[in-house]
Every structure is written in structure tokens, then in C-alpha cells.
């Protein structure tokens, strides 16, 4: 798990649920069950939320040097989720604390989207609009469909050009945790 020099915002708890593994207590509000090192910046967590959705958690580890860059990220993730471009479910800038969580793909949603120079529509426009007002374009997106009406939906953003999206859940969690 996530050590807490390097996340300090990141305790050890037991779940209250007995069919549940051991969880991470995260910022005090989700619980981290699995994670992944993506890279030397960035660990993935399988996490449930208070309400026990299942979202996926970027946590970053950064320099002091690069925290303004990071609140740039924030700022164009807020904006996108408040027009509903972006399937954020939170992001956090503070000393210590830089992550995104990022809800799931439901069941109405499509697979990551790979060719995205055949894109168009309302959604699309208003997308490449944002990214390009933050100097951010397609080439570090997850973009997926909703399969009933076809509207696109941004579901990973590299937190700096020339950082790829993260993809993906951890691993495969055993049903019982789903419940």
C-alpha cells in the first residue's frame, strides 16, 4: 500500500465489513483495497467510495516544483466535470495530497474509444475546446461512449501533456467485494 512518506493523507484501517479485505483509509472518506505503481509518479488504487461506489484512484507523487502544474490539472478536471465531459468523481490539490478518482465505466458504457480522428458532435467540440483553452489536446485521453445515447465521455486524462492516461481497475477483485 501507499506508504505514508510518500501519502501522508494515507492511514491502515481494518474494513467494518468482514467479507471485505484489509483497507487503506484515504483522506478519510474512501477505501483503497488494491493498488498498482503506474509508473514512479503515479500509484492506481482500487477504492470504494462512502457510498460504496467503486472508482479508481491516480494518486500522485510529486515535487514541490511541480504542485502549481498539478492545480492547473485540478482546475481543467473541475471544469470539465461540471459540464459532465469528464466522469471525475473528485480531485485533490493540497500539500501531500494530489489524486484524482475517477468513477467507473458502467454497463451502458462502451470500450475506451481508439480512434478518435472520426470524432464530431456537440460533446466532442465542446471536449477538444476545454482541453485546448489548458494547452492539452486528444493524444492523453480515455474517451468512452455511452452505448444507449452515444455521448462521449472523458474517463482518464494524463495530468501533463505527454502523460498517457491511466487505464483500467487495479485487478480483478473477487465478487464478494462488489456487494
Same mark, same amino acid.
Do not use: C
Given at each position: 500500500? +501507499? ?27 474512501? %477505501? ?24 479508481? +484512484? ?16 485540478? +482546475? ?6 461540471? =459540464? =459532465? ?30 480512434? +478518435? ?9 465542446? #471536449? ?14 480515455? #474517451? %468512452? ?27 480483478? #477483485? ?6
Amino acid at each position: 500500500m +501507499i506508504s505514508k512518506s510518500s501519502a501522508p493523507a494515507v492511514a491502515s484501517a481494518s474494513s467494518s465489513d468482514a467479507s471485505t479485505a484489509t483497507a487503506q483509509i484515504i483522506d478519510g472518506k474512501y %477505501r483503497g483495497y488494491a493498488e498498482h505503481a503506474y509508473d514512479d509518479v503515479r500509484t492506481l488504487l482500487d477504492a470504494k467510495t462512502p457510498t460504496g461506489e467503486w472508482v479508481t +484512484i491516480t494518486w500522485y507523487r510529486l515535487p514541490l516544483a511541480q504542485e502549481d502544474a498539478f492545480e492547473r490539472y485540478r +482546475i481543467l478536471l473541475k471544469g470539465l466535470k461540471r =459540464k =459532465k465531459l469528464a466522469a471525475v468523481y473528485d480531485v485533490v490539490s493540497r500539500p501531500g495530497a494530489h489524486y484524482v478518482v475517477w468513477a467507473r465505466p458502467d454497463s451502458t458504457t462502451s470500450h475506451a474509444i481508439g480512434n +478518435i480522428d472520426k470524432l464530431s458532435g456537440t460533446r466532442y467540440e465542446a #471536449l477538444t475546446d476545454m482541453l485546448a483553452a489548458h494547452q492539452r489536446d486528444l493524444q492523453d485521453v480515455l #474517451l %468512452r461512449r455511452n452505448k444507449d445515447t452515444g455521448a462521449l465521455t472523458l474517463y482518464g486524462l494524463g495530468w501533463q501533456a505527454g502523460y498517457a492516461a491511466e487505464t483500467g481497475q487495479v485487478r480483478r #477483485l473477487p465478487w464478494w467485494y462488489h456487494t
